[in-house]
């Protein structure tokens, strides 16, 4: 059985799917628009947020999960990649996950955080973004509790992560220019140090997060409506 609910365990596991669900309850815990549900005490969750679904399966039942998400009919799909594959077949991407320790001492000399600029970069580099009015209240109010962390380099390069207890996601990283990349992610992995940092990527682009210390741990589905 699927039921909503108003409370959610700590994030246990380096999981992308649930520690994006978490990230969103701690923001939005208090917001009666934004929904989170549990199916038969923690073998799946799931949460949505503005048409966005992302779903966590634990060993849950994955035909009521697909039939209780086509109800949603959401816009957009990420999480457990049997989860999502049961909801969109054939349809479904592929992403995966890397994950290191951030260890990182020191801090990275860049520009204060600035949502208009940081929307200008993302957008540059080919991100499908919201509204930027919806981007930068949600951008905003995770920056202003505390729970996200942004690195800007104005016109070079950005990179955005939330976090949760022991965990954080790297939720975009761009770069203008070569060596940049790099830049962004070494000072995310720096605002973060003493957590574990999960990044999901496409599979042609693992080499970058490798050479960086980051290690393959999972895989992840995710699917969006055309």
């Known amino acids: 059985m699927i039921r909503l609910v108003r409370d959610l365990p700590a994030v246990q596991a380096p999981s992308a799917a649930y520690l994006r669900i978490r990230c969103l309850f701690d923001a939005y815990r208090d917001d009666r628009d934004v929904m989170f549900w549990e199916q038969d005490g923690g073998k ?8 966005d679904l992302t779903v966590y399966d634990a060993g849950g039942d994955r035909e009521e999960l697909a039939r209780f998400m086509r109800m ?54 080919g991100f499908v973004l ?47 220019e070569k060596g940049f990349g790099s830049r962004a992610l070494c000072a995310a992995i720096q605002q973060n140090r003493g957590r574990a940092v999960l990044a999901c990527c496409r599979e042609e682009v693992t080499g970058f997060y490798e050479k960086h210390g980051f290690k393959k741990t999972d895989h992840v589905g995710c699917w969006k409506k055309q």
């Open 72 to 125: 949603l009919a959401p816009g957009s799909l990420f999480g457990s990649e049997q989860a999502v594959r049961a909801f969109a077949g054939e349809e479904t991407g592929r992403l995966t996950v890397m994950m290191r320790q951030a260890d990182l001492a020191g801090e990275t000399p860049g520009d204060l955080p600035d949502s208009g600029e940081v929307y200008a970069l993302f957008r540059a580099g």
């Open 44 to 51: 799946a969750y799931l949460s949505l947020a503005g048409g």
């Open 130 to 176: 919201p509204p930027y009015p919806d981007f930068a209240v949600d951008f905003c109010r995770r920056l202003n509790h505390g729970l996200a962390d942004c690195f800007l380099w104005k016109e070079k390069c950005a990179a955005v992560t939330f976090h949760s207890g022991k965990y954080a996601l790297l939720c975009g990283i761009v770069s203008r």
